[in-house]
């Protein structure tokens, strides 16, 4: 029997990617002016931004307990044999809620044979290790080796991202607003990163074409095999700059593929429109 590869959608791949690779979908929630609905299903991330160009601050949720807990006992029912790859457990409750429904689900079905991983990813950084699990499960691989890849790709996964106006990061906290005050007036960009599962700000820079060139040469510095790699980029609302980074990236990597998608409207109300996500590995699996 087929491996199910389930995910929630921080992984910020499109509608149709869960329909065509069989993957089961756990959305998020998000809450726009007192109405909730489903990340993905029910409201796209254009919808998002244009709240939050208005002033609006839409608030988000973890996946519902509920629906976890129907697709488990659902799975079990049927002895099918499982893996959650889940949204990184320093940016969201989903991860440690998952594992808390697996641990009641089991009281019932002790044999039922799900792994729920943590991967420390965000966005499409996620969406990639989702994306190659899918692969490997339509192929019939077995779990084991489908686990040993997952985890792989969430430990190397390098994510690099710059926000168009840092007010959004100081409402989460991730800069002060006195910074983002400064930044707005002085056009600073930041350069972040994800560490052990956190967004966390590792440079300031002057002016976009500075960033986007900067980007590169991390990319250089921490990128591995580039032209065998699948690169992501996930974009906000900014599609002219996203078009240039590929660009850029193709001039100076030749990638395999690069695989752009949008930021799905929960990691994109807390990062606002114009933000712009690069992910790529700095080790590449020996199977490759």
């Known amino acids: 029997m087929q491996v ?3 995910a929630d959608s921080a992984c910020d791949l499109p509608k149709s990617f869960y329909d065509e690779n069989h ?3 756990f959305p998020l929630k998000v809450e726009i002016n007192g109405k909730e609905y489903e990340d993905v299903k029910t409201i796209a991330p254009h919808t998002v931004y244009e709240a939050i160009r208005t002033g609006i601050v839409p608030k988000t949720s973890q996946v519902s307990p509920h629906l976890f807990e129907e697709i488990f006992t659902e799975m079990a029912e049927k002895n099918e044999d ?3 790859i889940a949204f990184s457990s320093e940016l969201s409750g989903t991860y440690s809620t998952a594992v808390m429904i697996l641990e009641q689900v089991k009281e019932k079905y002790p044999d039922f044979n799900l792994t729920i991983v943590d991967t420390k990813c965000a966005s499409l950084g996620f969406g990639l290790v989702v994306k190659e699990a899918a692969a490997l499960a339509l192929k019939s691989v077995g779990k084991e080796k489908i686990l040993e890849d997952v985890l792989f790709r969430s430990q190397h996964m390098e994510h690099l991202f ?6 959004y990061l100081a409402k989460g906290g991730r800069v002060s607003k006195a910074s983002a005050f400064l930044g707005g007036l002085l056009n600073i960009k930041p350069v972040l990163n994800v560490e052990d599962g956190k ?7 002057r002016g976009k074409k500075k960033v986007m060139r ?6 250089k510095e ?4 580039m032209e065998d790699q699948v690169i992501g980029i996930s974009q906000a609302d900014c599609e002219e700059t996203t078009l240039e980074m590929k660009s850029m990236i193709e001039e100076e990597f030749h ?3 690069i695989f752009i998608t949008s930021i799905g409207s929960t990691v994109g109300s807390h990062t606002g429109a114009g933000t712009i996500a690069i992910f790529f590995l700095n080790e590449i699996p020996s199977s490759n």
């Open 82 to 84: 499982g893996i959650y």
């Open 199 to 205: 967004l966390v700000p590792i440079e300031k820079i």
């Open 255 to 257: 990638p395999k593929e």
């Open 214 to 219: 900067r980007i590169i040469e991390i990319m």
């Open 23 to 25: 993957v089961t979908l």
């Open 222 to 225: 921490r990128g591995a095999n």
């Open 162 to 167: 710059t926000v168009e106006d840092l007010d």
């Open 4 to 6: 199910r590869i389930l």
